[in-house]
């Protein structure tokens, strides 16, 4: 199971972290991924994190958003700077067996519940 959190209201221009933490297995047995919904369009893919560390972005975020790891916590976040009014959706972690860190979502097994976020101008 995948529990995300850390959404909410931000200013734009302001910085919001979001969490994911699994549970069952420890968080660097899978490769995780972060999406988003933004309201009336598809989701979008922002980065995985693959099982071995490395790091795959999505082209729309990848100078302002990053994620990392904290396999003690069991909990990858998604850090997020420079928030501006299109980022606004809802912010989906995903899990997959392997070291693959694909764009597609297809290939994720798991979900969390996602998690709301509100940039304001």
């Known amino acids: 199971q995948l529990q995300a959190s850390g959404g909410g209201l931000v200013q734009a221009g302001g910085s919001l972290r979001l969490s994911c933490t699994t549970s069952?297995?420890?968080?660097?047995?899978?490769?995780m991924g972060w999406f988003r919904q933004a309201p009336g369009k598809e989701r979008e893919f922002i980065v995985a994190?693959?099982?071995?560390?490395?790091?795959y972005y999505g082209d729309s975020v990848k100078s302002r958003f990053t994620s990392y790891r904290d396999v003690g916590r069991n909990t990858v976040y998604l850090q997020m700077n420079s928030l501006n009014v299109g980022d606004t959706a809802v912010y989906y972690c995903?899990?997959?067996?392997?070291?693959?860190?694909?764009?597609?979502?297809?290939?994720?097994?798991?979900w969390g519940q996602g998690t709301l976020v509100t940039v304001s101008s």
């Open positions: 995903a899990a997959r067996a392997g070291n693959r860190a694909t764009a597609d979502e297809s290939e994720y097994d798991y």
């Open positions: 069952g297995r420890t968080v660097n047995r899978y490769t």
């Open positions: 994190f693959g099982q071995s560390g490395n790091l």
